[in-house]
């Protein structure tokens, strides 16, 4: 038999878990996020003690949307202190992968297309260039991820709150690079663990935004969607990393036409404390 008394006492216990839990979501504030997030990678001792990370592994691209296609290859992230480089190759003549460098202050965005230019996503990256320069990109992996050291970096820190993300509870963190930019810049880190899963880039840009871009777009106005994944955690060293890392770039125009990348790699090596050559992070 249903019981009114019951009943209400139950709904009432889940309002207040709710209510409990949502205080505990605003109660956090931006610092108490990033130092939970720290300590989800490792103790201070071990982030501290890796000065250097070469992480490789295979790697894939896909043709999504605009177009067909798929290569396989491999992905290599290399990073010193707050350099770095991300290099995703490809043996294929029309398109050689990307390879992204920031020596800590410049940046350089290697031509890789049969007509040596940058590709799409590489134009964009060179012409909008926070989410490299700021080190963002390539999470946790890189040395050089401005969480490590945000005295340095001295980004402006929003939390907005909860959301669901690929089904996922996460944190949102609005991320506010100290030098300005267009992009607005989401860091997700899951609720239980405080890893960080995801970032997301957006951004609307006018059609003079670099040649490549220009060429492609010939509109007012286009919006761009870069979107990393981070999964597979693993300890490697006394620090938890991703081993998967999924990367998309979305081009949208307004005459409705869609470009959509995507790589996939798995580090499924990684080495901290390397010796490298540091021509690996020159900016001419």
Request: aromatic content about 10%; charged content about 20%.
């Amino acid at each position: 038999m249903w019981n009114r008394n019951a009943f209400s006492s139950w709904a009432c216990g889940v309002v207040l878990v709710s209510l409990v839990a949502l205080a505990g979501a605003q109660e956090l504030k931006p610092e108490d996020l990033v130092a939970r997030h720290l300590q989800s990678i490792g103790a201070p001792q071990a982030r501290a003690a890796a000065q250097s990370r070469v992480a490789a592994g295979p790697a894939q691209f896909k043709i999504l949307v605009g177009g067909a296609g798929k290569l396989d290859g491999k992905a290599t992230l290399v990073s010193q202190g707050a350099r770095l480089v991300l290099l995703l190759k490809f043996s294929n003549a029309d398109y050689r992968g990307e390879q992204l460098v920031c020596d800590g202050k410049k940046i350089r965005v290697v031509a890789t297309t049969a007509n040596q230019r940058r590709s799409l996503f590489g134009e964009l990256l060179y012409s909008q260039n926070a989410p490299l320069l700021e080190g963002l990109l390539g999470g946790v992996i890189s040395t050089a991820w401005p969480l490590l050291d945000l005295q340095d970096h001295q980004a402006k820190l929003s939390l907005e709150g909860t959301k669901k993300f690929e089904g996922q509870s996460v944190y949102d963190l609005l991320y506010r690079p100290k030098r300005g930019t267009d992009w607005v810049i989401h860091l997700y880190f899951d609720t239980e663990t405080f890893h960080h899963v995801a970032t997301l880039y957006t951004i609307s840009v006018s059609a003079g935004l670099g040649r490549g871009v220009t060429d492609s777009a010939r509109q007012e106005q286009s919006r761009f969607r870069i979107e990393e994944r981070f999964s597979d955690f693993q300890e490697h060293n006394g620090l938890t990393l991703p081993q998967q890392y999924d990367l998309h770039f979305t081009e949208e125009l307004q005459n409705g036409s869609t470009t959509m990348w995507q790589w996939n790699a798995q580090f499924t090596d990684i080495s901290d404390n390397v010796t490298l050559d540091p021509r690996n992070f020159e900016v001419k």
